[in-house]
């Protein structure tokens, strides 16, 4: 995001919160308008700070008596989207990881398709070409199409910069809003259980308007599948290298082996979840939407879409002849994956936290008068 659009993202938040907190008519809705409500004045990073606590649930939007096409032209959805990208593009580090979200959809979707050729290129030239053409089920079946140290060591590699961008931008968004270095672990606590919940995907209290006017808790559901599918399917791995580095058992696992019954199950949910939630994107109503946002959205939500379900068919075929090709294109579609973590939507993940981490301490401080 340019300095100047920077510039115009913040003063149209600052000038969108200044009326809400005159009218405070949402003020029970979500924890952004408790936490609005706090402030007697609008700093950037408290603008930044509940752009982010925003889960875009879109209840305000509709309930406000200043939307479109009233001359006050309140739109809070669309304005903290706006703040959101502005944010996580100011505090990623290096710079040009930060300019990707500008436009954000055709980054991903070009580091995706690096992933997805390179690993078969790679292995073409470290495999012995006969095995790519034939099926083979025995132990290690799966190293004799890519080597472990392809398979294994460029993944670890990406993984940690993609841990160290995403950990270095939640410091400087951390320490852009005042995060106070003694949060108590019973702040720390109601933090993490809403952001497990998703407690303000609820709205308040029957659920998002989204993808209309409409209450509804799919969107809230969807979300669950996508996190416990992306959780299971984390354990599934965690397991799989226990087996092999400390029992000796090399992949691939029979079916009701631990790692494949927590690798299926958290693909199935995966699948499910970015499934609807694509198909929710696509009826979104499109004046509360940031257009800037949505091809990250969806990029996201494809790229984790083609992992599940790369991996569900090659553990559905894995005894075939389609095991080789197979087992390639969700190497490459997990490579893209990695290759676009330290500037896709997972940063929301690491800023959101925060951002609800600061509502807890001040809930807190509240409580304790």
């Known amino acids: 995001m340019s300095l100047s659009a920077e510039q115009g993202a913040v003063a149209e938040a600052r000038r969108v919160m200044t009326i809400c907190n005159a009218c405070r008519y949402c003020e029970g809705l979500c924890a952004v308008f408790p936490a609005m409500e706090r402030l007697a004045v609008f700093s950037d990073?408290?603008?930044?700070?509940?752009?982010?606590?925003?889960?875009?649930?879109?209840?305000?939007?509709?309930?406000?008596?200043?939307?479109?096409?009233h001359d006050f032209d309140l739109n809070v959805p669309r304005v903290f989207a706006e703040l959101r990208r502005e944010t996580y593009e100011r505090h990623t580090k290096p710079a040009v990881l930060g300019r990707a979200y500008r436009r954000n959809g055709l980054a991903v979707a070009l580091a995706a398709g690096v992933g997805a050729v390179l690993v078969p290129l790679l292995?073409?030239?470290?495999?012995?070409?006969?095995?790519?053409?034939?099926?083979?089920?025995?132990?290690?079946?799966?190293?004799?199409?890519?080597?472990?140290?392809?398979?294994?060591?460029?993944?670890?590699?990406l993984?940690?910069?993609a841990c160290v961008v995403l950990l270095a931008a939640g410091a400087g968004f951390w320490r852009e809003i005042g995060g106070c270095a003694s949060v108590s672990l019973k702040s720390l606590g109601v933090a993490t259980v809403d952001a497990l919940r998703l407690t303000y995907l609820g709205g308040g209290g029957s659920g998002c308007s989204y993808p209309e006017e409409g209450l509804s808790m799919w969107r809230r559901r969807l979300h669950h599948l996508v996190f416990w599918g992306f959780a299971l399917d984390l354990a599934a791995t965690t397991v799989a290298a226990f087996y092999e580095h400390a029992l000796d058992r090399i992949a691939p696992y029979p079916l009701w082996s631990l790692p494949v019954v927590l690798g299926t199950a958290g693909g199935l949910l995966?699948?499910?979840?970015?499934?609807?939630?694509?198909?929710?994107?696509?009826?979104?109503?499109?004046i509360p939407t940031d257009e800037g946002t949505v091809g990250m959205d969806v990029a996201f939500l494809a790229?984790?879409?083609?992992t599940s379900v790369s991996g569900l068919l090659l553990l559905a075929l894995r005894e075939t002849a389609w095991m080789p090709t197979l087992l390639l294109v969700h190497l490459g579609v997990v490579a893209g994956f990695f290759l676009t973590l330290p500037f896709g939507k997972f940063a929301h993940a690491v800023h959101r936290y925060l951002a609800l981490v600061r509502h807890a301490v001040e809930e807190a401080a509240d409580e304790a008068g």
Do not use: Q
């Not at 408290?46 to 479109?68: I, K, V």
């Not at 470290?126 to 089920?137: E, H, K």
């Not at 890519?146 to 060591?153: A, D, E, I, K, T």
């Not at 699948?271 to 929710?280: H, N, V, Y």
């Open 45 to 69: 990073p408290d603008l930044r700070y509940l752009g982010n606590l925003c889960h875009d649930c879109r209840e305000c939007f509709y309930a406000c008596p200043f939307t479109p096409p």
């Open 123 to 157: 292995a073409l030239v470290w495999s012995d070409p006969g095995v790519l053409r034939s099926a083979s089920t025995g132990a290690g079946a799966f190293y004799e199409v890519v080597p472990m140290p392809l398979m294994v060591g460029p993944a670890l590699v």
């Open 159 to 161: 993984m940690i910069f």
């Open 270 to 286: 995966l699948a499910l979840g970015t499934t609807g939630l694509l198909w929710l994107k696509r009826r979104s109503d499109a």
């Open 303 to 306: 790229l984790l879409w083609a």
